[in-house]
């Protein structure tokens, strides 16, 4: 067991669930959706981007893609949302379900992510 791969999965597993964590709850009520929470999902996406620049396979390209759409979503949630707070609006139903909208666009991508992890390991053992 290789803890170069076990530190990847963790990785990119963690960011799948914080982001799915963030977007739990009512879309619409943004006090289910924690920014603290937010910020740890970008965080944690963007980490896991930058450990998939090093594989050269045509999986590891595809697995960089999805993570740099779920890097994308992430941003522009927290980017949407740090702009309604910037300009004194209250995060009401509109301005709460554009963020978990596009916090829900980034778990999209990061399932396809651990769905290709989960291939390439396969191909491993064989």
Do not use: C, P
Request: charged fraction near 10%.
């Amino acid at each position: 067991m290789s803890t170069e791969r076990v530190l990847f999965a963790f990785v990119i597993v963690l960011a799948l669930t914080l982001n799915v964590g963030f977007v739990t709850g009512e879309i619409a009520e943004i006090g289910h959706h924690n920014v603290y929470e937010l910020f740890a999902a970008v965080v944690v996406n963007l980490i896991a981007t930058i450990m998939k620049f090093g594989d050269r396979s045509a999986l590891g390209s595809t697995m960089l893609a999805t993570s740099l759409v779920a890097d994308l979503q992430l941003m522009a949630a927290a980017v949407a949302w740090g702009v309604y707070s910037q300009f004194g609006m209250n995060l009401g139903e509109h301005q709460s379900a554009t963020v978990v909208s596009l916090a829900t666009g980034a778990v999209v991508a990061n399932v396809v992510s651990v769905v290709l992890l989960v291939i390439e390991m396969a191909n491993l053992r064989r």
